[in-house]
């Protein structure tokens, strides 16, 4: 069975592929792909013709035992994404994990990746973070995965799209506090932004925006223990019994949770 290549490419800027990622796309005999002609353009300006195989969330599956077939048939398989590395908010899984079982072959061709640009250059703690990709989309379930890390000592990084951008960063404030903060924009391209500031900052300055363009990397300081809240612990859970319908005790329970406080005291207080 041939080998499996998981190639990185640019996250905008051309020049980020590297010269690995070139002589494996010049080397494979089938490239598979999120986007046909993204990847057809990518590889018009280098200059590489290779036959494509559509690959993406939404025929993963199948694409994957095509992809199997061709690597038994010993055929060099590349696989990339629009942009980035495969995998990371990608597709790319799927197509790994049935390789291994296989007993196939991979390597791992690095390069660039959002995550890792972002948060190398946001000025916050790069020691340990925790990568969380996209919230949903939908605001309950968002503000309970925010919930979930609120106490995480690690540094937070999220992906976002630009019409999701303010409302994420209204729950970031109101479910982590008003904590420091980036938003990195539209990174290694033309329009290339970096707001480094307080959450609460962050959204006055995008606020001021008529429109807000362009891929955005939110990084949040992880839990200190020592940050501004919008409201008091008591008003909060308030909020979570009137807007949630959470009894006092649940409602308690989270607001300790996330304010690191004890559940105990705060139901006190709100009985
Ligand atoms: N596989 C990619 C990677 O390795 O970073 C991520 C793909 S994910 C579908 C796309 C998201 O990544 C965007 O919505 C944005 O949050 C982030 N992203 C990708 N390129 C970016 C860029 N140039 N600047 C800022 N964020 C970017």
């Given at each position: ?9 640019p996250?905008g800027?051309l ?7 070139l002589?494996?796309?010049?080397e494979?005999?089938?490239i598979?792909c999120?986007?046909?002609?993204h990847?057809g353009?990518?590889l ?11 690959y993406?969330?939404?025929n993963?599956k199948?694409?994957t035992?095509?992809?199997l077939?061709?690597l038994k048939?010993?055929?060099k398989?590349?696989l ?5 590395t495969p ?8 197509i ?8 196939g072959?991979?390597e791992?061709v690095p ?8 948060i190398s ?8 973070f925790l ?15 925010l919930q979930?890390v609120?106490q995480?000592k690690?540094t937070?990084?999220f992906y976002?799209?630009?019409h999701?951008?303010?409302k994420t960063l209204?729950d970031?404030?109101e ?11 539209e990174l290694?391209?033309l329009?290339?932004e970096?707001a480094r500031d307080?959450?609460?900052e962050l ?5 001021a925006?008529?429109?807000i363009?362009?891929?955005?990397v ?7 223990g ?6 008091s612990?008591?008003?909060a859970?308030?909020k ?15 607001v300790?949770?996330e ?7 705060l139901?006190q207080e709100l009985i």
């Amino acid at each position: 069975m041939e080998t499996l290549y998981v190639v990185a490419t640019p996250i905008g800027n051309l020049e980020d592929i590297t010269l690995r990622a070139l002589n494996v796309l010049k080397e494979v005999d089938l490239i598979a792909c999120e986007d046909t002609r993204h990847t057809g353009k990518l590889l018009k300006h280098f200059e590489i013709q290779k036959p494509l195989l559509s690959y993406h969330q939404h025929n993963e599956k199948f694409q994957t035992n095509k992809i199997l077939e061709k690597l038994k048939d010993g055929k060099k398989v590349a696989l990339v994404s629009d942009a980035g590395t495969p995998g990371i908010s990608d597709p790319g899984q799927v197509i790994v994990e049935a390789v291994i079982e296989a007993g196939g072959n991979i390597e791992s061709v690095p390069g660039a990746s959002a995550v890792i640009t972002a948060i190398s250059a946001s000025g916050l703690c790069t020691d340990s973070f925790l990568f969380k990709g996209f919230l949903s989309s939908k605001p309950s379930a968002r503000k309970k995965e925010l919930q979930a890390v609120a106490q995480t000592k690690e540094t937070l990084v999220f992906y976002e799209a630009p019409h999701r951008l303010l409302k994420t960063l209204d729950d970031m404030f109101e479910v982590l506090g008003n904590r420091s903060a980036c938003a990195a924009r539209e990174l290694t391209k033309l329009h290339e932004e970096w707001a480094r500031d307080s959450i609460s900052e962050l959204i006055t300055h995008f606020k001021a925006r008529p429109a807000i363009k362009g891929e955005f990397v939110l990084i949040i300081q992880g839990f200190t223990g020592e940050q501004e809240w919008p409201d008091s612990p008591a008003e909060a859970a308030l909020k979570l019994i009137n807007e949630q319908g959470l009894s006092k005790k649940e409602a308690a329970k989270q607001v300790a949770h996330e304010r690191g406080l004890s559940s105990r005291s705060l139901y006190q207080e709100l009985i």
